[in-house]
């Protein structure tokens, strides 16, 4: 019995160490490229059964082996990078169908776009995004930046009505921080290190990915179901004055300046573009302020800027599911409206 017993033990020992050998090479844990606690969601793939919206067929949602969402491309041959939030990422739609996609195939030059986008995050976090992420690859050096930005900013700026100025660290919003893309709780960022880092989870993510990727062609012709989204509902007592107004602006303008920097940097020519959300939305007036901003700050700093709100986009308002997010046929109207106006500065 002692002999079984200790046996057991060696082995378990053994299995032990072997486990922190293959973390040891194979993990992230001592690279500089890693990402620490960062909420990037690398290596993700997951099957969109059902929509918040009418669909005919199932969907997919995928990110690559550095987070960016539905990529095959090396980095090394990108051109464009876009950034925006939650309707740049576009959870609730298929990879081939998120406007980036349509973008991309209405461009007259063949160029490969890469789509960085985070939900929830503001020109805060766009600026954030190149030391803590893009920052990682050398091998990344796009020709042109797109910024996609508004929605969260003009969420921001009411979820600060009442403040004497805007705090510069970034939006808090489900327990973590969207800009800065950390955890609040310090456990849940020891987690997210781990997952991170460890070899072992990565391999679990690509057998998870290769499995959902064989169910999803096993079942691309099952019917979808619908769902009832989510709707922001307006604060109660929104007063904006002036002074709010402009405190807010001078933040918004320091960010999209340090944005412009980055692209600098990386020797890139940045081109803004104007968010659109439902007529009948109440943040519409909102976000217009912020789009101002954004023109202003183009004509001030000649920088290409593309106003969607004056590119007489024709999407019904039944077309934002929620009243900020599009369907597939909005991104599609929202992609090719960008690639156009595009095009035509490609031409100047």
Not at 141 to 158: H, M, Q, R, T
């Amino acid at each position: 019995m002692n002999n079984v017993l200790k046996i057991l033990i060696i082995n378990f020992f053994i299995f032990i160490l072997g486990l922190f050998f293959i973390e040891i090479i194979f993990g992230s844990w001592f690279k500089k490229s890693n990402y620490g606690s960062l909420l990037i969601p690398k290596k993700q793939t997951n099957i969109i059964e059902s929509f918040p919206y009418d669909a005919e067929e199932i969907g997919i949602y995928s990110r690559d082996k550095n987070g960016f969402r539905a990529n095959e491309y090396e980095l090394n041959d990108i051109e464009i990078l876009i950034l925006g939030g939650s309707t740049t990422e576009e959870r609730e739609v298929d990879d081939n169908k998120i406007w980036t996609k349509i973008f991309e195939k209405n461009l007259n030059s063949n160029l490969k776009v890469l789509n960085a986008g985070i939900g929830g995050q503001t020109s805060y976090g766009h600026k954030s995004m190149f030391s803590l992420w893009f920052d990682k690859f050398e091998t990344l050096s796009p020709k042109y930046i797109i910024l996609y930005v508004g929605i969260n900013d003009a969420l921001f700026l009411l979820e600060n009505l009442n403040k004497n100025e805007i705090p510069d660290e970034g939006r808090n919003l489900n327990s973590s921080n969207r800009d800065t893309l950390m955890n609040i709780n310090l456990t849940d960022r020891a987690v997210q290190y781990v997952k991170n880092n460890s070899a072992l989870h990565t391999f679990y993510l690509v057998i998870k990915g290769n499995l959902i990727s064989r169910k999803f062609k096993f079942n691309y012709n099952q019917k979808p179901k619908k769902f009832k989204p989510f709707i922001v509902k307006s604060p109660e007592n929104l007063m904006l004055n002036n002074k709010t107004i402009k405190i807010f602006e001078n933040y918004y303008y320091n960010n999209l300046i340090n944005i412009n920097n980055n692209a600098n940097k990386y020797k890139s020519k940045l081109i803004l573009v104007t968010q659109v959300i439902s007529n009948e939305h109440w943040l519409k007036d909102y976000l217009s302020i912020i789009n101002n901003f954004t023109n202003n700050f183009c004509k001030n700093e000649k920088i290409l800027c593309i106003d969607l709100s004056n590119e007489n986009l024709k999407i019904n308002d039944n077309d934002f599911y929620d009243g900020i997010h599009t369907s597939p046929k909005a991104s599609a109207i929202i992609g090719k409206a960008i690639a156009n106006k595009f095009n035509e500065f490609i031409l100047d």
